[in-house]
């Protein structure tokens, strides 16, 4: 899906980025920070290490605005793409050094708990990403136990607009396990992993 206009938000953004304001930061910071920490703490599960991978992405960010494309996609999408790559990094540099220092398991217990890790984030960043209609006749049908018709009421749909959100967001859901080509590691990672 080529985004030939990116939104306005997004082009002004990485040009503020670009230019050096530090102000630019702070705003982009506290309407995507959320969104950063949790995608990390969903890949490593520890509040300390998605601090850190946090930390990292907001400092690539302010390093190397240049490497942002809007015509990409998304400020947001981008930077979950960074979150996941550093995240990912560092579940990698922690699971080899516990395997160095005689800790349980494999390199294939590792890479599949990555990979377990890397589905479950994008599943999160998915969910939350997809259009409210969507998102809230899933969470109906999910939590709420609710079948279609049940999820029609709630939502004030006809049926088939039910149906429609539910297979759609199913769909999309579906795609957080479609494997994808290894990412290189994040500069400051080193090669060792």
């Known amino acids: 899906m080529a985004k030939d206009a990116p939104p306005r938000w997004d082009r002004k953004m990485q040009q503020r980025l670009a230019r050096g304001e530090a102000a630019a930061l702070g705003e982009l910071y ?8 949790s995608l990390a703490h969903r890949v490593l599960d520890d509040d300390a290490a998605a601090d850190r991978v946090t930390r990292e992405v ?85 939590f709420q136990r609710r079948d279609y018709r049940q999820t029609a009421a709630d939502l004030g749909v006809t049926e088939d607009e039910a149906r429609r959100r539910l297979r759609l967001g199913l769909q999309l859901l579906s795609t957080a396990n479609e494997q994808r080509p290894a990412a290189a590691p994040p500069p400051g990672y080193g090669s060792a992993l």
């Open 30 to 37: 506290d309407r995507l920070a959320s969104l950063v920490h």
């Open 58 to 142: 907001f400092a690539h960010v302010w390093e190397s605005p240049g490497e942002y494309d809007p015509k990409k996609g998304s400020m947001r999408s981008w930077l979950a793409g960074l979150t996941h790559r550093y995240a990912v990094a560092r579940l990698r540099q922690t699971e080899t050094a516990a395997l160095a220092d005689g800790g349980r398991g494999t390199t294939e217990d590792m890479e599949q708990k990555v990979r377990r890790a890397s589905v479950a984030a994008r599943a999160d960043y998915i969910v939350t990403s997809m259009p409210a209609p969507l998102r809230a006749a899933l969470e109906l049908a999910y």
